[in-house]
């Protein structure tokens, strides 16, 4: 059984099922990602992992201890707001030394375990200070420190930097994985920013209406999505309708695609093919045997990146070129032949939940 | 100066002799009582009577008991029902808005009725009884102000995150609403703690009909008694009332987070004269 294990856990309020058969085991320092758009149910998993909502139906388990029913307050977890909630009335120490002194340690143990804690969060400093005295990204790394200080066995983050201007954010996020590091906690990560989930994550749990849609490392998320929803959500993803042939080609608009393995369904049935940008190229390699003729109906130039808005039958085809000083992107309008390798082309699951096609 | 002006200015000016005038009258004939002169003679026979002393503590003891009680009701009460019942909040704002309706001699003679000396509840059996059930009145009485305040101070901070924020820390819902709310409403508790002061001090139906010495019926006393005492006792009822209001005006500018416990007199004066 894994450090965390959470089992079957459902959550209905009233008629709406909130989150469906939820099943994941979190092992020890692990570090997991609740991915999904807004609605979709990650935040209330996580507050049943806090102990602020019950489960309708399942159990939670934390180090081999069922906290199903556990009050929030006996489950020793720390857990960080996308509002901060610093207490108002206290200074920075005392908000650290908050669930110390709640938890009855004596004082000569809490001083220096808040010194210990406004070091690891660079901030020794503001210790004084109040919460209203300081920036977003303080208080939020003062909230880190005062949920990390009673040593909880389980970290929970709420969207913590979505609050927060884009530079902190980005800051932010690389030290709190680092202190995640530093202390081997585990901890469950909600957001709704897939480049975020990407970049810090040992594990990401992508989710739909209530149900985990795949859960994985970020590489595999990224280059293996199982379902149209979850190729939709994390990155920018071209999709082209087809028809299955025989053997492991896919027929689009008279072409024929290879993919590296035959798709699911029988010969003749619809398949959606999906592409990542920057596997597309407008030069041919011994690997890049699939062509298809486009026109060029927009260039977009990112400087390291030139995106092309590409025209296909069939559908519209995004691809990432580096710029080189020497060559110029294709003009609009300009045809142009358009290559990939079957390796990076996959068919989604058939019936997965729709997502929005994101070739736009 | 213009037609269009004139006509603002001259309803200012109506208005505020409306205010002031009696107020300046009072405060003339209260300085008159010594023929011929003018002195603060009324107000030394007023402070000189004893009975005006302990009247008036015993009104501000009463009014101190009922600040500590209300705010013990009304705090988790609002608390209570801003995090597990917030579809019930308007119930309990109408049920302490009653207090408003509902006239004081009405209260008092429902109290009488239930809880005279042979009833099963003889709290007007004995003096400490008659002044315990005295003091739940003035809660009742107080009740539309100091929840109103409480409840906009509540209003201000998120309680439900600090609540689940001091949970997650592992403090239990009393430790929550001392450590936590409370201090964080306290400008919210200090001012509905003034009108409450103010309510108290002057009041007069209920003292009057449990037969309690208070400053209200010694206010009436003196009034159909006297002549020029009553006019130095209105003026100094109206000085500590406008008293608690600036106190009130102080505490309630300071935003939540911003107020500490440390603050000098000094400090609150300097705030007071910006």
């Known amino acids: 059984m894994s450090f965390l294990q959470i089992s079957n856990v459902s959550k209905r309020f009233g008629v709406n099922t909130v989150v469906r058969d939820f099943d994941l085991g979190v092992e020890r320092g692990e570090f997991v990602s609740f991915l999904g758009p807004s609605g979709c149910g990650k935040t209330t998993m996580l507050r049943m992992i806090a102990g602020f909502e019950t489960p309708s139906a399942g159990n939670i388990v934390i180090d081999g201890e069922d906290v199903t029913d556990t009050r929030p307050n006996r489950r020793r977890i720390g857990m960080v707001f996308q509002a901060y909630a610093l207490f108002p009335n206290l200074s920075v120490a005392d908000n650290v030394a908050f669930g110390l002194k709640v938890a009855g340690r004596p004082k000569s143990e809490i001083e220096p375990r808040v010194a210990e804690m406004l070091a690891l969060i660079k901030l020794p400093h503001l210790a004084e200070r109040y919460p209203y005295q300081l920036s977003g990204g303080q208080q939020q790394r003062v909230a880190l420190a005062r949920a990390l200080a009673p040593s909880p066995r389980v970290l929970l983050l709420d969207e913590p930097l979505s609050a927060l201007d884009a530079q902190i954010r980005l800051s932010l996020r690389e030290e709190i994985r680092a202190l995640q590091r530093e202390l081997g906690i585990t901890t469950i990560f909600v957001t709704h920013d897939q480049e975020e989930a990407l970049s810090i994550s040992d594990r990401i749990v992508v989710m739909s209406d209530g149900r985990i849609e795949q859960c994985g490392a970020p590489f595999e998320i990224y280059n293996r999505p199982t379902s149209r929803f979850v190729a939709s959500f994390v990155g920018t993803l071209s999709l082209l309708d087809g028809v299955r042939e025989s053997g492991s080609t896919v027929a689009v608009n008279g072409t024929s695609v290879t993919l590296a393995e035959p798709p699911q369904g029988a010969t003749g049935a619809p398949v959606t093919l999906a592409l990542r940008p920057e596997a597309v190229k407008l030069e041919p390699s011994p690997e890049r045997i699939n062509r298809l003729s486009a026109r060029v109906e927009d260039t977009q130039f990112l400087g390291s990146v030139v995106r092309l808005k590409l025209s296909v039958a069939g559908g519209i085809i995004l691809a990432d070129t580096f710029n080189r000083p020497t060559a110029p992107p294709p003009l609009r309008g300009a045809l142009v032949d358009l290559y990939f390798s079957p390796s990076d082309v996959f068919a989604l699951k058939p019936g997965a939940a729709p997502g929005p096609a994101t070739a736009a | ?274």
């Open chain 2, 1 to 274: 100066m213009t037609n269009s002006r004139l006509v603002p200015f001259a309803i200012v000016a109506v208005g505020a002799l409306y205010f002031f005038l009696p107020l300046v009258a009072t405060f003339e004939f209260s300085l008159s009582m010594l023929r011929g002169i003018w002195s603060f003679e009324a107000y030394r026979v007023v402070f000189d009577d004893p009975r005006f002393r302990e009247t008036f503590v015993f009104s501000v003891v009463a009014a101190l008991a009922t600040i500590v009680l209300g705010a013990l009701l009304v705090v988790p009460t609002a608390y209570w029902v801003r995090l597990k019942f917030p579809r019930l909040r308007p119930l309990v704002e109408f049920i302490t808005l009653l207090p408003l309706v509902i006239p004081p001699i009405v209260l008092v003679f429902g109290y009488l009725r239930l809880y005279n000396s042979s009833s099963f509840l003889p709290f007007t059996g004995s003096a400490l009884g008659t002044n315990i059930l005295l003091v739940f009145g003035y809660v009742i009485l107080s009740l539309p102000y100091m929840f109103r305040a409480v409840d906009t101070g509540m209003a201000a901070i998120d309680i439900r995150t600090l609540t689940e924020a001091a949970e997650s820390l592992g403090a239990r819902r009393p430790t929550i609403l001392f450590k936590v709310i409370l201090p964080n409403v306290r400008a919210a508790v200090l001012s509905g703690a003034f009108l409450t002061f103010a309510i108290v001090i002057g009041e007069f139906v209920l003292a009057s009909l449990l037969n309690r010495p208070a400053f209200g019926p010694y206010l009436a006393l003196m009034g159909a008694n006297r002549a020029y005492e009553p006019a130095a006792l209105a003026v100094i009822a109206f000085a500590v009332t406008w008293a608690c209001m600036a106190l009130l005006q102080v505490v309630g500018s300071q935003a939540p987070g911003r107020s500490r416990s440390g603050r000098s007199l000094f400090k609150l004066g300097r705030r007071a004269a910006r």
